[in-house]
């Protein structure tokens, strides 16, 4: 098994936001718009589908469309990282081998649940990975967000990193995530291969001290967010504090404020996308709440106000 020191993807893999038209049909035009800049902004990877991609707003045939539409497109110039998330285990099997036929690098899966209520035990949660592992022959990653209402401790990530051969890269985003991390990548060693921060990057400083190496954050300002990586893992601590400290007030209002649709509003800013609307029935960002994000990022000068 491929080593914590050596793994087969780190740095920054942004989830790729889902472009509409005004009427609410897929934009496959400033969809690869989208997936140029971000890939030309020195994203290390990407990640598609995902809740910021707005993936619980798709239809089964739109998902199959972009992620066939997306991948021939990058055509391996980087890693593409596929959510697979379902709460059936034939269904969510069923995906994530669609991805892989079509060239997914690896998949993204939350635990099984549906709504605020409905939710497995550990065995179950187990059996579902491990049914996805021996159908799979690409990297699973396992998403731990506050979305799923599904505690996960870090015993048990590590457990199932150890005993499950393609669970390898989990993605923390739950409160603690450094302490997580730690005690994860404690626990389950060499198995541990993707030790990743998330949650726009809010807490992306205090998890690469805990080990992190890897961030999937946003998609709107990758080349703000990868020169942190590079620095820290390049043993330059203080440079790496340095550019945290000035991209925090966009991270910080991604996190907090414009949420999922900030990526959107930056590429409808800069052109790179004709339309920057949710589907419906997601309200679009408040208008103030969209003039202080461009007001952020102008003095910040990110690629994707000037890449068009």
């Keep these: 098994m491929t080593t914590q020191r050596t793994p087969r993807y780190r740095g920054i893999f942004p989830v790729v936001p889902t472009t509409f038209t005004e009427s609410g049909a897929l934009d496959l035009d400033s969809q690869k718009r989208a997936v140029d800049f971000m890939i030309g902004a ?18 089964d045939e739109e998902r199959e469309l972009l992620t066939r539409s997306i991948l021939e497109h990058v055509k391996g110039a980087v890693p ?7 709460y059936s285990t034939d269904a969510c099997i ?7 036929s079509m060239g997914a690098s690896m998949v993204m899966v939350m635990p099984p649940y549906h709504g ?3 939710r497995v035990p550990e065995t179950q949660i187990f059996e579902f990975y491990a049914r996805l592992s021996d159908a799979v022959t690409i990297p699973v990653m396992i998403q731990d967000a506050p979305a799923s209402g599904t505690a996960l401790s870090a015993t048990f990530l590590a457990r199932m990193a150890r005993e499950i051969e393609q669970v390898s890269y989990f993605k923390i985003e ?3 995530a450094a302490a997580k991390l730690r005690e994860l990548i ?6 541990v291969e993707g030790p990743w921060d998330g949650e726009e ?14 961030s999937m954050t946003g998609g709107g300002f990758p080349d703000g967010i990868r020169p942190i990586l590079t620095a820290f893992h390049e043993g330059k601590r203080d440079e790496a504090f340095a550019h945290y400290q000035r991209w925090l007030p966009l991270i910080n209002h991604e996190n907090r404020q414009a949420g999922l649709l900030t990526a959107k509003a930056l590429m409808k800013e800069g052109g790179i996308i004709a339309c920057e609307s949710p589907r ?13 994000l461009i007001d952020i990022a102008r003095r910040l000068d990110p690629l994707v106000l000037r890449w068009a």
Excluded: W, Y
């Excluded at 995902?50 to 239809?59: D, K, R, V």
């Excluded at 593409?80 to 379902?86: G, L």
């Excluded at 069923?94 to 892989?100: G, L, N, P």
């Excluded at 419906?280 to 202080?292: G, S």
């Design 42 to 59: 020195g994203s290390d990877g990407l990640c598609i589908l995902a809740n910021f991609s707005e993936q619980f707003a798709l239809a």
């Design 80 to 86: 593409v990282i596929v959510t697979t998330s379902h």
């Design 94 to 100: 069923e995906r994530s081998r669609k991805a892989q």
């Design 116 to 118: 605020a209520t409905f």
């Design 174 to 176: 739950t409160p603690g």
């Design 186 to 191: 404690r626990l389950g060693g060499d198995a």
């Design 201 to 214: 990057a809010i807490t992306l400083f205090a998890d690469l001290n805990a080990g992190a190496t890897g």
């Design 280 to 292: 419906h029935p997601l309200p679009a960002m408040h208008p103030e709440t969209r003039a202080e």
